[in-house]
C-alpha cells in the first residue's frame, strides 16, 4: 500500500486544498478511494491523489533563512507609499 | 513525503530550550505541524491518543451493524448505513492524522487487532433491542460530540483539521438517534417501553466515555499544558449531563439516577457517582462484547486478506506493462 495525499475543489473558481491521505495500491484505487472518504457531502468536484513520496516540502529547518527575507522588505506593499489627502483614487 | 522526513528528536535531546520554546508557541495558540520540532512525549501521547479515537471509530461501526438487516424500514437502514458509513470514514480521517506522527497505519491496525491497543469501552456493550440505534446516537454521538468539539482546536494540526470534518458529521449521527428515540417514545407503550429499556442500559456507559474522574486521570495534566487536551474530563461529562437531562424531559423517559437533580446553587444537574470499577473492568477487557468484537475485527482482516493481495498483485503487473512499454 501507498500513501497517497488528497486534494479537493470544493467548486469552480477555487484552488484544490489539502485535505488528508488515503493508502492504497494504485492510482486508480486512490482516486476512488479519496472519492469515498472525502466527498460524501458534496465537499468537491475536482479530486487530485498525489503519491506523497512525489512532494517536495521545504524544511521547517529553513524557516528563518527561506521566509524571514521577506520581513524587512516593507517597500512592497503599498502602505509603504503615503500620500496627502487631495490625492486620490490611488 | 508530506508526513515524513521528521525532525525527529532523538531520546533525550529534548533540552530545556526546546522545551521552552515549544511551550511558548503553544501559549501563543500556535499550531504544531507534522515536521516541526516536538517533544518526544508529546509525540507519543498523541500516536496514542489518535489512534485509539481511529480504532474507536472502527470498532464503533460494530454495535450498530447489528440493526443493518433489521432496521424497521428502507429509511431507517439507509440513514444506518450512512451513520456507520460515516463511522469508519472518521477512522480514516484519524488514521491519517497519527501518520503524520511517523506512526505506519500498519502498525497501529496490528496493535488494535492484537488488542495491544484500546478503544473506547462504550463499544463492548451490546445493542439489544431497536431502540440501542437510537440511543447510541443520541448518547453515544452525543458525548463523543462533546469531546471532539473541544479537540477541533486541539494544538496538532493535522489532528484538530480531522476533528473539524469529524464534527460536521457527528451532528447527524446525534439528530437522527433523537428522531428514533422520539418515535418509539411517542409511540405504542411496548415502543417507549423498549426506548427507557435502551436509555436505562446507555446511561451509564455514556458518562464514562469522558473516561476517569478528573482526579485519577494518569495523563491529564501535561496534555493540558500541552493543550492536546482542552477541558477536563468532568467538566466534559458535566456539560454532557446538563445538555441530555432535558431532551429526556421531552420524550417523556427517565434518567436511570435517582440522585439526579438540578442544582440550583452551581447552575449544573448533580448525579450520583460512576462505577469506576465497571469502566476499568471493561477498559481491561472483561465488558459484555470484547471478545465478540475484537474477533469481528479479526475476521474482517483475515477475510479482506485476499483482497488486498489481489490489488497487490494487479498494481505490480500494470507496473511491470507500464515499464515495458517504455522499454519498447
Ligand atoms: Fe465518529
Ligand atoms: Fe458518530
Given at each position: 500500500m501507498k500513501l497517497y495525499e488528497v486534494f479537493l475543489r470544493a467548486k469552480s473558481g477555487l484552488s484544490h486544498k489539502h485535505v488528508g491521505s488515503v493508502h492504497a495500491t494504485d492510482a486508480q484505487m486512490a482516486m476512488q478511494n479519496a472519492r469515498d472518504l472525502y466527498?460524501?457531502?458534496?465537499?468537491?468536484e475536482s479530486i487530485w491523489v498525489v503519491d506523497s513520496t512525489q512532494i517536495i516540502s521545504s524544511n521547517p529547518n529553513d524557516k528563518a533563512a527561506y521566509f524571514e527575507p521577506a520581513v524587512d522588505k516593507i517597500y512592497r506593499h503599498p502602505s509603504f507609499y503615503p500620500f496627502d489627502k487631495e490625492v486620490k483614487n490611488i | 513525503m508530506y508526513s515524513q522526513g521528521l525532525r525527529d528528536s532523538k531520546a533525550g535531546d529534548d533540552s530545556p530550550e526546546l522545551l521552552d520554546a515549544f511551550q511558548q508557541r503553544i501559549d501563543k495558540e500556535e499550531k504544531i505541524e507534522p515536521r516541526d520540532w516536538m517533544p518526544q512525549a508529546y509525540r507519543k501521547t498523541l500516536i496514542r491518543q489518535i489512534s485509539q479515537h481511529a480504532h474507536s471509530e472502527i470498532v464503533g461501526q460494530l454495535p450498530e451493524a447489528n440493526w443493518v438487516t433489521r432496521a424497521p424500514s428502507l429509511k431507517r437502514k439507509l440513514i444506518l448505513l450512512a451513520k456507520i458509513q460515516d463511522e469508519a470514514g472518521h477512522g480514516l480521517y484519524l488514521y491519517s492524522a497519527a501518520e503524520t506522527l511517523g506512526e505506519s497505519r500498519h502498525q497501529m491496525y496490528q496493535d488494535l487487532l492484537s488488542g495491544k491497543a484500546k478503544y473506547s469501552?462504550?463499544?463492548?456493550?451490546?445493542?439489544?433491542?431497536?431502540a440501542d440505534a437510537g440511543a447510541v446516537g443520541w448518547l453515544v454521538d452525543g458525548a463523543a460530540i462533546m469531546n471532539q468539539v473541544a479537540l477541533c482546536r486541539t494544538s496538532y494540526g493535522p489532528y484538530s483539521r480531522a476533528m473539524v470534518r469529524i464534527c460536521k458529521e457527528e451532528s447527524f449521527h446525534q439528530r437522527q438517534g433523537y428522531d428514533i428515540m422520539l418515535k418509539m417514545a411517542k409511540g405504542s407503550p411496548e415502543q417507549k417501553a423498549m426506548a427507557q429499556d435502551a436509555l436505562n442500559r446507555t446511561w451509564w456507559p455514556s458518562l464514562m466515555m469522558f473516561g476517569p474522574s478528573d482526579k485519577d486521570s494518569t495523563h491529564s495534566d501535561q496534555s493540558m499544558k500541552w493543550k492536546i487536551?482542552?477541558?477536563s474530563n468532568d467538566d466534559l461529562r458535566q456539560k454532557f449531563i446538563d445538555a441530555t437531562v432535558p431532551q429526556a424531559e421531552y420524550l417523556g423517559l427517565s434518567i436511570p439516577d435517582k440522585n439526579l437533580k438540578y442544582n440550583d446553587k452551581i447552575g449544573h444537574y448533580d448525579f450520583s457517582e460512576i462505577k469506576w470499577d465497571e469502566l476499568f473492568n471493561v477498559i481491561k477487557g472483561n465488558g459484555p462484547c470484547n471478545q465478540q468484537r475484537m474477533d469481528a475485527r479479526n475476521k474482517a482482516y483475515e477475510d479482506g486478506a485476499w483482497v488486498r493481495e489481489a490489488a497487490a498483485v494487479y498494481a505490480e503487473k500494470q507496473d511491470n506493462k507500464k515499464h515495458n512499454k517504455e522499454v519498447a
Amino acid at each position: 500500500m501507498k500513501l497517497y495525499e488528497v486534494f479537493l475543489r470544493a467548486k469552480s473558481g477555487l484552488s484544490h486544498k489539502h485535505v488528508g491521505s488515503v493508502h492504497a495500491t494504485d492510482a486508480q484505487m486512490a482516486m476512488q478511494n479519496a472519492r469515498d472518504l472525502y466527498t460524501r457531502r458534496e465537499e468537491g468536484e475536482s479530486i487530485w491523489v498525489v503519491d506523497s513520496t512525489q512532494i517536495i516540502s521545504s524544511n521547517p529547518n529553513d524557516k528563518a533563512a527561506y521566509f524571514e527575507p521577506a520581513v524587512d522588505k516593507i517597500y512592497r506593499h503599498p502602505s509603504f507609499y503615503p500620500f496627502d489627502k487631495e490625492v486620490k483614487n490611488i | 513525503m508530506y508526513s515524513q522526513g521528521l525532525r525527529d528528536s532523538k531520546a533525550g535531546d529534548d533540552s530545556p530550550e526546546l522545551l521552552d520554546a515549544f511551550q511558548q508557541r503553544i501559549d501563543k495558540e500556535e499550531k504544531i505541524e507534522p515536521r516541526d520540532w516536538m517533544p518526544q512525549a508529546y509525540r507519543k501521547t498523541l500516536i496514542r491518543q489518535i489512534s485509539q479515537h481511529a480504532h474507536s471509530e472502527i470498532v464503533g461501526q460494530l454495535p450498530e451493524a447489528n440493526w443493518v438487516t433489521r432496521a424497521p424500514s428502507l429509511k431507517r437502514k439507509l440513514i444506518l448505513l450512512a451513520k456507520i458509513q460515516d463511522e469508519a470514514g472518521h477512522g480514516l480521517y484519524l488514521y491519517s492524522a497519527a501518520e503524520t506522527l511517523g506512526e505506519s497505519r500498519h502498525q497501529m491496525y496490528q496493535d488494535l487487532l492484537s488488542g495491544k491497543a484500546k478503544y473506547s469501552s462504550i463499544f463492548n456493550y451490546p445493542t439489544l433491542n431497536w431502540a440501542d440505534a437510537g440511543a447510541v446516537g443520541w448518547l453515544v454521538d452525543g458525548a463523543a460530540i462533546m469531546n471532539q468539539v473541544a479537540l477541533c482546536r486541539t494544538s496538532y494540526g493535522p489532528y484538530s483539521r480531522a476533528m473539524v470534518r469529524i464534527c460536521k458529521e457527528e451532528s447527524f449521527h446525534q439528530r437522527q438517534g433523537y428522531d428514533i428515540m422520539l418515535k418509539m417514545a411517542k409511540g405504542s407503550p411496548e415502543q417507549k417501553a423498549m426506548a427507557q429499556d435502551a436509555l436505562n442500559r446507555t446511561w451509564w456507559p455514556s458518562l464514562m466515555m469522558f473516561g476517569p474522574s478528573d482526579k485519577d486521570s494518569t495523563h491529564s495534566d501535561q496534555s493540558m499544558k500541552w493543550k492536546i487536551k482542552r477541558f477536563s474530563n468532568d467538566d466534559l461529562r458535566q456539560k454532557f449531563i446538563d445538555a441530555t437531562v432535558p431532551q429526556a424531559e421531552y420524550l417523556g423517559l427517565s434518567i436511570p439516577d435517582k440522585n439526579l437533580k438540578y442544582n440550583d446553587k452551581i447552575g449544573h444537574y448533580d448525579f450520583s457517582e460512576i462505577k469506576w470499577d465497571e469502566l476499568f473492568n471493561v477498559i481491561k477487557g472483561n465488558g459484555p462484547c470484547n471478545q465478540q468484537r475484537m474477533d469481528a475485527r479479526n475476521k474482517a482482516y483475515e477475510d479482506g486478506a485476499w483482497v488486498r493481495e489481489a490489488a497487490a498483485v494487479y498494481a505490480e503487473k500494470q507496473d511491470n506493462k507500464k515499464h515495458n512499454k517504455e522499454v519498447a
